[in-house]
């Protein structure tokens, strides 16, 4: 019999056929209380979990008793409870590497789009306001050869680093767990302190996963080290940086600008202070919403679920202790 399996995602055609030739699968459209009550015996049985969002804590694994492997369609996993994951023995795995590229694209579009003030000014010419020769109220300011920090040296923050500092002629700060041999050798990136990379930074990009030590990082003490001149991109998780401190920040002047994919809750609020701010760029959460991407990381996460059940894990695993 094929091991059951919960997908909470759609998935295009082709890696739906393919996840159905290896498991029983009942698809529901996302882990809300409502689909967990009424699809309660398929959790019940599912030995798998495929799909993304949704809170995955001890609470949801005491009615997945039979699980032994979640596959999340993401890079990030802080909806997952690990250190529960780790106790009931099941898999969390995830789609690490074939999003890099598209993610550092739209951080590096947030840095452009804030700067220049892209997104404003395009609106004005559509509300028929370009009438004559622009002055100095449409200008913006220089990206290219300005400092670039960045927070969180990971494979994004890497690509990152190669865009603007190989295209944009850009100095590269960065501040990580440990020095990134490759980020220095190939980019020239200077690692320094937290305070450093406040204090200097033009644009300072955030590409941390949210985690206890992550959440609000960034506050109004660490805004206020910021430049005035200085640009804030966040394209990583929203709760890294206080989002109440940034507004504060952003409507006294004490910064420049933001360029913001990612928010406290998603989706953001009508009623958010970021909207009206015409200094902020708010992005639906695209960082990897291509159709190329959400391809690619679909197609991994449907191979990282059969992997972890066939028992031939190789990459992509949260907590590959657990299968010492
Ligand atoms: C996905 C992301 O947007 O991978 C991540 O961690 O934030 C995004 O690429 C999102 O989780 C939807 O699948």
Not at 45 to 67: C, H, I, M, N, Q
Not at 159 to 184: C, S, T
């Amino acid at each position: 019999m094929k091991p059951s399996v919960v997908l909470y995602k759609s998935l295009p055609d082709d890696l739906r056929k393919r996840l159905d030739e290896h498991f029983t699968v009942t698809e529901i459209d996302g882990l809300t209380p409502e689909n967990m009550a009424k699809y309660a015996d398929a959790f019940n049985s599912a030995e798998g979990l495929l799909g993304s969002g949704g809170k995955v804590d001890g609470e949801f694994l005491a009615k997945t008793p039979r699980l032994k492997a979640a596959s999340t369609v993401s890079v990030g996993y802080d909806n997952f409870d690990v250190d529960a994951l780790n106790q009931r023995g099941v898999l969390l795995m995830h789609t690490p590497t074939v999003l890099t590229e598209t993610v550092a694209d739209t951080m590096m579009a947030l840095v452009l789009a804030s700067a220049r003030r892209v997104v404003e000014v395009a609106e004005r010419v559509k509300a028929g306001e370009w009438t004559e020769s622009i002055g100095p109220a449409w200008f913006g300011i220089d990206v290219h050869h300005k400092k670039l920090g960045i927070l969180g040296m990971g494979r994004i923050g890497l690509a990152l680093a190669q865009r603007a500092h190989l295209g944009f002629g850009m100095p590269i700060l960065y501040n990580a767990r440990k020095h990134h041999e490759e980020a220095e050798s190939r980019f020239d990136a200077r690692y320094c302190d937290l305070d450093t990379l406040l204090k200097e930074s033009d644009f300072l990009c955030i590409s941390l996963p949210l985690t206890r030590e992550t959440h609000h990082l960034i506050g109004a003490e660490q805004l206020a080290k910021m430049k005035p001149s200085a640009v804030l991109v966040n394209a990583g998780r929203g709760a890294v940086i206080d989002e109440q401190a940034l507004i504060a920040a952003l409507q006294k002047g004490t910064l420049h600008a933001a360029g913001l994919d990612v928010f406290e809750t998603e989706p953001l609020p009508a009623d958010s202070p970021l909207l009206t701010l015409p200094n902020v760029v708010a992005l639906p959460h695209i960082g990897s919403a291509t159709h190329e991407t959400r391809y690619g990381m679909a197609r991994d996460a449907v191979d990282n679920l059969i992997a972890a059940l066939n028992g031939n894990v190789e990459k992509n695993c949260v907590n590959p202790q657990l299968l010492k």
